[in-house]
């Protein structure tokens, strides 16, 4: 692999930061790469893992001569970062982020841009449940979405070099309109996050269900959303905050399609029911189609009892 960069700066090194820093090493993508997170603890942590070159916790130190600034925040601190590394940004640099919501941080970070950067705002459709620097590994990228919301005026080389660079993490790039993207990503994933945040808070209110029945008895349905709901807190507050209108709107489609699915229970209307599961079965084949999972049983989970062929 060509080296892309001769400085990378990472900007916080959470999951997709430090998942970031495990590939730039892996495929030699840089000559150094400088981490930058305010927790001393977290900074320390990604030292013995050895995810970068040098440390700070100075954002502001960090973006220093740095080509291709990255940052990896929870989208509600975007417009502090931007305050604090405007004035160190060397002429020519490329800066991107990971937002889940793209009109938001438009909205906070390209006021404080200098006319002399390439503010090239970014979204890759990658990761786990978990959190923090040992969360990341190398290949989280592969064969997964990563999308651009360029603002006018984008400088066409720097936009392909951030593709160049995507790409070589192994992630299909796209375009998109940043307020496209935030009602996309309010369908296919914020929705889906306060659902299961919604549905694991249920059961823990239930007084008639105990707790250690939720969780003996999770081998079905329920397991599966608590994984969705055990994501980083921080990180999902600010994308309910900051994507408040798209998922206000698929909230209310959501709420309308319930109660069709609750009045088609109540009257017994089997076809009703049939029809929807039938159509919902579908997607999930195109997904698999598309490469976005594997068709295999209970999620692909390792069951040590069955039998080895």
Same mark, same amino acid.
């Given at each position: ?65 740095a080509d291709l600034v990255i940052v990896s925040v929870p989208v509600g601190a975007s417009e502090s970062v931007a305050k604090e590394v405007a004035s160190n940004l060397k002429v020519g640099a490329i800066v991107t982020d990971v937002g889940s919501t793209k009109a938001s941080v438009i ?49 066409? !080389?720097?936009?392909?070099?951030? $593709? +160049?660079?995507?790409?070589?993490? #192994?992630?299909? *790039? %796209?375009?998109? @309109? ?99 599961? !039938?159509?919902?079965?579908?997607? $999930? +084949?195109?997904?698999?189609?598309? #490469?976005?999972? *594997? %068709?295999?049983? @209970? ?11």
């Amino acid at each position: 692999m060509t080296m892309q960069f001769d400085r990378i700066a990472l900007i916080g090194i959470g999951l997709i930061g430090s998942s970031i820093a495990h590939d730039i090493k892996r495929l030699g993508l840089a000559k150094e790469v400088i981490v930058a997170t305010r927790s001393a603890d977290t900074l320390k942590r990604a030292e013995e893992l050895r995810l970068g070159d040098r440390y700070t916790t100075s954002s502001s130190e960090a973006v220093k001569d740095a080509d291709l600034v990255i940052v990896s925040v929870p989208v509600g601190a975007s417009e502090s970062v931007a305050k604090e590394v405007a004035s160190n940004l060397k002429v020519g640099a490329i800066v991107t982020d990971v937002g889940s919501t793209k009109a938001s941080v438009i909205a906070q970070m390209q006021p404080h841009m200098p006319p002399h950067v390439h503010f090239i705002p970014g979204h890759p459709l990658a990761g786990t449940e978990k959190s923090g620097p040992d969360a990341g590994f190398a290949g989280l990228f592969e064969g997964r979405w990563c999308i651009f919301t360029p603002i006018a005026g984008t400088d066409e !080389t720097a936009l392909k070099r951030l $593709r +160049r660079f995507w790409e070589a993490l #192994g992630s299909k *790039v %796209d375009e998109m @309109d940043p307020e496209h993207h935030d009602k996309v990503l309010a369908i296919v994933s914020h929705l889906p996050h306060i659902i299961a945040y919604n549905i694991v808070g249920t059961a823990d209110d239930l007084e008639a269900v105990t707790e250690s029945e939720v969780i003996k008895y999770s081998a079905s349905g329920f397991r599966d959303f608590t994984r969705l709901a055990a994501s980083d807190p921080t990180m999902w507050r600010d994308v309910c905050l900051h994507n408040k209108d798209a998922i206000l709107e698929m909230l209310a489609r959501f709420s309308e399609d319930l109660a069709y699915l609750q009045r088609a229970i109540r009257w017994g209307e089997g076809d009703k029911i049939f029809d929807l599961f !039938t159509r919902t079965r579908a997607i $999930r +084949r195109s997904i698999i189609q598309a #490469g976005q999972d *594997v %068709d295999a049983p @209970d999620f692909g989970r390792p069951h040590p009892l069955e039998k080895k062929a």
